[in-house]
């Protein structure tokens, strides 16, 4: 049997690209011998400190709820809980569209709880800072691999680390190893840094 590698992926539930790539590296593991390993980082410590506009920042830090509940539940019940309760929140946010609705939040967190078997009562995390240091240990670790200027999705495999790749759908079955193939290559040269385009569409979550 191959053995699988591992494959760290930091996000934010919040970011709708790194829902897209999170979505396509499961698709990447039907095809190759990966294992991904979710990892959290934050768009609200982020960006706290930038220029950014003031209603960004604020949906920003109402975002943290959903970070601080996910490090709750792993630091109570373990770290297998991350994962999960990514994608159960990651589905109500992005493909049930309740991104939109911010004020929805705990009702979006309480039904992702109970999806993975876990109490609704861990949502009262959303408004604790009492997460916040672990959560900024593992945005920092994150970051620290590629740099400020970037965001989330980050992912590392072995000593190879960058942001993204940022797509607008979930790229399935073997097309979905051939970007991870193409994404390896690219990154693995020390000298490599960039390649972009202007983004002509929308995020799509099928």
């Known amino acids: ?50 220029d950014v506009p003031a209603d960004y920042l604020e949906r920003a830090a109402k975002g943290m709820g959903s970070v601080r509940v996910i490090r709750a539940a792993a630091d109570k019940h373990g770290e297998q809980y991350v994962g999960r309760l990514y994608t159960a929140i990651g589905t109500r946010l992005h493909n049930e569209g309740m991104s939109k609705e911010p004020e929805r939040l705990r009702e979006v967190i309480e039904g992702a709880l109970t999806d993975v078997g876990l109490e609704a ?33 980050i992912i590392r495999v072995g000593a190879n680390a960058f942001f993204g790749p ?29 390649i972009k385009r202007s983004r002509t569409k929308r995020p799509t979550f099928e």
């Open 166 to 194: 940022v797509i607008t759908k979930i790229i399935r079955g073997e097309d979905a190893g051939k970007l991870w193939d193409g994404v390896l290559a690219v990154t693995a040269f020390d000298d490599f840094f960039e």
């Open 121 to 153: 009562d861990l949502a009262d995390a959303m408004y604790s800072e009492a997460y916040d240091d672990a959560i900024r240990a593992s945005h920092e670790e994150g970051i620290g691999l590629v740099g400020q200027e970037v965001g989330t999705p």
């Open 1 to 50: 049997m191959t053995e699988k590698i591992p494959v760290d992926l930091w996000f934010d539930p919040a970011c709708p690209f790194a829902w897209i790539t999170s979505r396509w590296l499961l698709e990447v593991e039907k095809v190759r011998p990966i294992e991904p390993r979710w990892r959290q980082m934050s768009l609200y410590f982020l960006n706290q400190d930038k």
